[in-house]
């Protein structure tokens, strides 16, 4: 990128903040912003002048001096000057720079009155009301401080879909008490079950004078209240996340939830499309001049603009608004359509509870099957199996079956694809089982080619049915590794083997996108909980999420399957034509409505 004007005048307008903040001699400070002023209102670019070999003095307002540090800008897009200043003054003053109402010169009242030098460190003193008592800042100011660096604060960190669930879900119990509320529901991405969150929009209808407001805003959960009107509040939670609330009279429910739920351009799409049809949409409703033709459901908006209605994953202007117009949208799969589990550990590796209590936990959610798959040797931290334990592991899954009712133990591993893509565990163990886990637990960082023939060589094992997590990112943690996942998704299809969606809160890996790329290619996801205990099975649901924000259909899911189908495409992945079944209830014909919600 080319050094623009611009970029000059940025620079010498950041030199004059940081020494405007260190209290330098104002003489020094004006030289620089007038510098910053002359370049940017300059007609001709000054990269190209010094290209041209002209002298930069010849301009107003620049020295020698100041035409040098113009020259070393343009070779590097910094000066020496800039970065020694960087390094003078604490990096977090710059941060409080970029706060609304705090010029250099209230940033260093702040640091020398108060000691202020970081974003938590401003917002504490702004709710101690110690800000509004030096000299400068009044009450109000304060105030906007405290709003702008709570918000900041929040904006830069987002929480995991499963976080920001559970907080939602425990503050909309606590609203649908409140006197005189109606509807109390979640939009924002929260709704849509984007693997991170923001902030949490909530939405309630309620009648006139009821303490919503006020009950929301004293909730214990509360750290600090950023703004409370008869209609909207805003709050920071002790844990970071901030939360909106919006009270909607019923008549414009609907298209108040649509607005809220977004995503932004998704609703930029739809304003779009009313405003063609001579149609004025808002979270108000949908307006034919005057008057509102639609609104108190979001189904009534969808409905009078054309559309069938969009489930909230799927809103996020990736082909969903043509697809609606033409009825063409998938019918996503939901928790309900699962059958089992195809993933999860007990006692024997790391997790904490047993197989029987893995089993009875599953079958209480109304799954039919459930694969047990410890990791394997080569993860000792993990208690890993080898062959010898995994050997008798299996005959202990056979003779438990014969006796559980209702649900069938699986006989599975979590085996580790080893850094040449080989598996950790010998043959003639693995053919024992019903499906063989692949996935990777060390060596993230190889380059993309190797990392790739990695697994692809893994998955060409005959045994091999399932990846694990096939990218190893972990939310906030670890990057995914460097793979070529068209190409491993590709070559699932054509080797008749499966990828899976791992549900752990900070794993959820495939992502949506990836969901999308494997429908798109046919091949089957396994919707995994990865549990390591019994209450981990509940992990389902933000998974859910993820496959329904990649547009899966339950067909397009591994265990949505029954299990004599399941067990059928297992085998056929295996090389295994047809086995011989040993207990009944695996043979047994399911109920069509052997699965709950
Ligand atoms: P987040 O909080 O970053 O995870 O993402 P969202 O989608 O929850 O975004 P948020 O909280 O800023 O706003 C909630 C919804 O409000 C958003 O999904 C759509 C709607 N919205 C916000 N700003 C705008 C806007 O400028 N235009 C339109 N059309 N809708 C907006
Ligand atoms: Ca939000
Ligand atoms: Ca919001």
């Known amino acids: 990128m080319p050094v623009v004007n611009a970029d000059v005048a940025a620079v010498f307008n950041q030199i004059a903040d940081l020494l405007e903040v260190q209290g330098a001699n104002p003489f020094r400070i004006r030289a620089y912003r007038n510098a910053a002023r002359n370049v940017s209102e300059l007609g001709g670019s000054v990269a190209e002048m010094l290209s041209r070999g002209e002298d930069l ?30 390094k003078e003054v604490p990096p977090a003053i710059t941060e409080l720079l970029a706060i609304p109402r705090l010029g250099p010169k209230r ?15 401003l917002l504490k003193a702004a709710r101690d009301g110690r800000i509004s008592r030096v000299p400068g800042f009044g009450p109000k100011m304060e105030q906007q401080i405290l709003e702008a660096a709570a918000s900041r604060l929040a904006q830069e960190r987002r929480f995991k879909l499963g976080v920001a669930a559970q907080v939602a879900d425990a503050l909309l119990a606590e609203l649908t008490q409140v006197l005189g509320v109606g509807q109390v529901v979640a939009a924002g991405s929260l709704r849509r079950m984007r693997e991170t969150v923001g902030d949490l929009d909530l939405l309630v209808t309620a009648r006139r004078g009821s303490p919503v407001m006020e009950r929301f805003a004293g909730s214990p959960d509360v750290g600090q209240v950023l703004s409370k009107g008869p209609t ?55 307006w034919r001049g005057g008057e ?39 019918k996503l799969v939901r928790l309900a359509d699962l059958r089992g589990d195809l993933h999860v550990h007990t006692r024997e590796s790391d997790g904490r509870d047993s197989l029987t209590a893995m089993a009875e936990a599953a079958r209480s959610r109304g799954l039919r099957y459930l694969a047990i798959t410890e990791h394997s040797k080569r993860l000792a931290l993990a208690r890993g199996l080898d062959a010898g334990r995994l050997a008798r592991q299996i005959d202990q899954i056979d003779e438990l079956n014969a006796g559980l009712h209702g649900i069938t ?41 190797r990392q790739t023939d990695r697994l692809l060589r893994a998955m060409d094992h005959r045994c091999f049915t399932i990846l694990a997590h096939p990218t190893g990112r972990l939310i906030d943690e670890r990057p995914a590794c460097d793979i070529d996942l068209e190409r491993v998704i590709r070559h ?64 397009e899911v591994l265990n949505a399957r029954p299990l004599t189908a399941l067990r059928a495409l297992l085998d056929a992945t295996m090389g295994r034509a047809a086995r011989p079944r040993r207990a009944a209830v695996a043979a047994a014909p399911e109920p069509a409505d052997a699965h709950a919600e």
């Open 492 to 555: 699932a299809r054509q080797r008749g083997c499966y990828l899976e969606l791992n549900t752990q809160p900070a794993r959820l890996d495939l992502t949506d996108l990836a969901c999308r790329m494997a429908r798109d290619e046919g091949v089957l996801v396994s919707i995994a909980s990865d549990a390591h205990s019994t209450l981990e099975l509940d992990h389902m649901r933000m998974g859910i999420g993820q496959a329904r924000r990649g547009w899966l259909r339950a067909q």
């Open 57 to 86: 003095d010849v301009l107003p307002g620049i020295g020698a001096d100041l035409a040098g540090k113009i020259t070393e800008i343009v070779a590097s897009g910094t000066c020496q000057q800039l970065e020694s200043l960087r």
């Open 292 to 330: 509102r033709i639609a609104g108190e459901t979001e189904a009534s908006v969808y409905r009078a603009l054309g559309l069938a209605y969009i489930e909230p994953e799927l809103r996020e202007d990736r082909g969903e608004i043509e697809a609606a117009r033409g009825h063409r949208l998938p």
């Open 107 to 121: 940033v260093r009242a702040l640091h020398h009155e108060l000691g202020v030098q970081t974003l938590p460190e």
């Open 232 to 286: 909207r509040a805003s709050v920071v939670l002790r844990n970071g996340l901030q939360v909106d609330l919006r009270s909607v009279q019923p008549a414009s429910f609907g298209s108040a939830w649509l607005y809220f739920t977004g995503s932004k351009a998704h609703n930029i799409a739809l304003r779009r499309m009313a405003q063609d049809a001579g149609l004025k949409l808002n979270e108000y409703g949908l």
């Open 409 to 449: 133990l699986l006989k599975g591993i979590e085996v580790d694809i080893l850094e040449d893509g080989r598996l950790d565990l010998p043959d003639v163990v693995l053919e024992r089982l019903d499906l063989v886990v692949g996935a990777v637990h060390e060596e993230f960082e190889l380059p993309r080619e």
